[in-house]
């Protein structure tokens, strides 16, 4: 199973105070809109989104068909194929993307302590 670039999706108070946090642990600014609320750090290959007022609790993210660069991978699995995959397995999901959809879509699960599971492509 090819989930894709990973992140962890971070609930924080202060956008600019959790920016400044991170850039001494060396992240740098890799995409988002302050204007917006959020903001994508990157150190290396490690992918920290910061989101000031969107989610309830930090979420486990995974973008099937990018790298850890956002750039496009030629061969990646879709998101309604790791869905189906899951199902199968017996997982259960909070919001499905359409089975008979293709392009963009997300689905999400929750982990077995709460822990809320992003699959989301882009592409």
């Given at each position: 199973m090819q989930l894709g670039a990973f992140s962890i999706s971070l609930t924080?108070?202060?956008?600019?105070?959790?920016?400044?946090?991170y850039e001494k642990f060396g992240f740098t600014q890799f995409g988002g809109d302050p204007a917006h609320n959020y903001?994508?750090?990157k150190n290396g290959d490690t992918l920290i989104g910061l989101f000031q007022g969107m989610f309830d609790k930090n979420i486990l993210t995974f973008n099937p068909g990018w790298d850890s660069n956002?750039?496009?991978?030629?061969?990646?699995?879709?998101v309604r194929e790791l869905?189906?995959?899951?199902?199968?397995?017996?997982?259960?999901l909070v919001q499905e993307a359409?089975?008979?959809?293709?392009?963009?879509?997300?689905?999400?699960?929750?982990?077995?302590?709460g822990n809320p599971i992003l699959v989301d492509q882009h592409r």
């Open positions: 924080v108070k202060d956008l600019q105070a959790s920016k400044a946090f903001l994508i750090m956002a750039q496009p991978l030629d061969a990646f699995t879709d869905q189906r995959q899951l199902k199968e397995a017996g997982v259960p359409d089975e008979n959809g293709s392009g963009p879509a997300s689905f999400t699960c929750l982990d077995p302590d």
